[in-house]
């Protein structure tokens, strides 16, 4: 995600879409990325609060360890079990 952070909890301007090219499309993947918001907010408290650290505020391991009074391991285990249950998710809602 790069240096940005980002929060899900704020209101931000619409992502512009204007690279896709027709309007349903763009419809889509607005619904794609909604659908994976409610994913997020669906996780146990622990993975998401990981998940969010990492992959949306951009916290190193070692930061978020110490944020939430765990171990790093349990950071990474945390967010890889976070993101295969969100992909296992989409992939059911996608189909």
Known sequence: MGNHALSLDTETEP???????NPEEQVMQRDRIQLVRQLIDQLPEKQ??????????GKSYKDIA???????EQVKINIFRARQTIREQFKKADT
């Open 66 to 72: 110490t944020i939430l009074n765990i171990t790093e």
């Open 15 to 21: 992502p512009d879409y204007s690279h896709h090219s």
């Open 48 to 57: 998401r609060s990981c998940m969010q650290l990492r992959d949306i505020e």
